[in-house]
């Protein structure tokens, strides 16, 4: 079956340009990480979806990260005026997260984001 | 806040030598551990999960984790590596919430 997807898998960016990130989670699940994995370290939590609501954006480092999932499937993550500490890998996964006692987070392949 | 700590950052092994990779993991009224597997330029894959029951918890690629409260460890174990077992080696915990993840382990598995 389909897994989760990520596009671009690779980004170059110039600084101060913006930046848009796309994740298709798998069927059915209704909630959604974004995760932010620097260089040799492990995956950081960014924010969360629950269906369409954002439950928690505790992780987004400036108010230049915005994440959305308008109709509760696909999510954009949004960068703007992106900076070279920005270069990560940001990684999406999906869940069912308690439904049927599953805790268990599927990841994408990631998109690797380098800002020059 | 919770934690994780890998212990090790690279662990060197020859093939077919047993391994242990080491992971702590902060306390906490419900505790949800896993282990997952990163291959290079590839995300995240799920080797094992501790919920509940049976501290030994068996995954897949013959490894195996053992749940231990009173060190809070959770330790991931294989018999006899594989060269295809070369990887980085996250630790996480979560559960209601989001993953908070160890810093990683990269296992190197020598011919």
């Known amino acids: 079956g389909a897994g989760v997807s990520q596009s671009p898998r690779y980004k170059v960016a110039k600084r101060g340009q913006d930046v848009a990130l796309r994740c298709d989670p798998i069927?059915?699940?209704?909630?959604l990480f974004w995760y932010q994995q620097a260089l040799g370290q492990g995956p950081e939590f960014l924010t969360y979806?629950?269906?369409?609501?954002?439950?928690?954006k505790s992780g987004l480092p400036s108010d230049r990260f915005f994440a959305e999932r308008p109709e509760g499937s696909v999510s954009t993550l949004k960068i703007q005026r992106t900076q070279q500490e920005d270069s990560a890998v940001y990684l999406c996964?999906?869940?069912?997260?308690?439904?049927?006692?599953?805790?268990?987070?599927?990841f994408g392949p990631g998109t690797r984001l380098t800002v020059t | 806040a919770q934690s994780v700590t890998q212990l090790d950052s690279q662990v060197p092994v020859f093939e077919e030598a047993p391994v242990e990779l080491r992971c702590n993991y902060s306390?906490?009224?419900?505790?949800?551990l896993f282990w997952y597997v990163q291959y290079p330029n590839q995300g995240l894959q799920l080797l094992l999960k501790?919920?509940?029951?049976?501290?030994l918890v068996k995954g897949i690629n013959g490894f195996e984790a053992e749940f231990n409260k009173s060190q809070t460890s959770f330790h991931l174990r294989k018999p006899s590596v594989h060269i295809s077992d070369t990887a980085e080696y996250f630790c996480?915990?979560?559960?209601?919430?989001?993953?908070?993840f160890g810093k990683g382990t990269r296992l190197s598995v020598i011919a």
């Open positions: 979806f629950q269906n369409e609501a954002q439950l928690d």
């Open positions: 996480a915990q979560g559960g209601n919430t989001p993953l908070v």
């Open positions: 069927s059915g699940h209704v909630s």
């Open positions: 996964a999906s869940s069912l997260f308690g439904q049927a006692g599953s805790y268990e987070q599927y």
């Open positions: 501790y919920l509940s029951g049976s501290t």
């Open positions: 306390s906490s009224v419900s505790v949800y």
